[in-house]
């Protein structure tokens, strides 16, 4: 998670000033303490699982890996129908390498060495809007435990 990221529409970041990274938790003893560290204890859990159906996905169908050069109608476009084939391959109970190293090792992810600055997203206003939805998430995560 690159901290540099503001909370906008479309994007909810974690509590900055607060542990973060799943690592960080467990090199200590104890639970997560607050409702921001809750918060950004399961953000982080849900991240790196984001994060690996989305290395398979891009292993899979390349395409993924040049997405930003389309337009955003166009590339929600492209999502959709790699998500509709992965389902239909998953359904259908086809063999696919990709997916059963991922379903084989719960850590499995797939690195990436092609970044460039084109993949960060660009900017979004309504960062305020986003915080209010997070706090709320934060507050009604920290509630039920």
């Not at 398979?56 to 040049?66: D, M, N």
Request: glycine content about 4%; aromatic content about 10%.
């Amino acid at each position: 998670m690159d901290s540099g990221f503001p909370n906008r529409i479309g994007y909810l970041a974690h509590f900055k000033g607060s542990t973060y990274h799943i690592p960080e938790f467990h090199n200590r003893s104890g639970p997560p303490q607050g409702k921001y560290e809750v918060f950004n204890f399961n953000h982080s859990s849900l991240r790196n699982v984001i994060e690996r159906a989305f290395g398979v996905l891009k292993e899979k169908w390349r395409i993924l890996k040049g997405i930003p050069s389309f337009s955003t109608r166009t590339q929600k476009h492209i999502i959709l129908a790699c998500l509709a084939l992965h389902n239909f391959i998953r359904d259908s109970n086809l063999h696919d390498k990709e997916f059963e190293r991922c379903d084989a090792d719960d850590e499995y992810l797939v690195q990436e060495d092609d970044t460039t600055p084109e993949d960060e997203i660009e900017d979004v206003e309504n960062e305020d809007a986003m915080n209010i939805i997070r706090s709320r998430i934060a507050d009604a995560l920290f509630s039920v435990r």
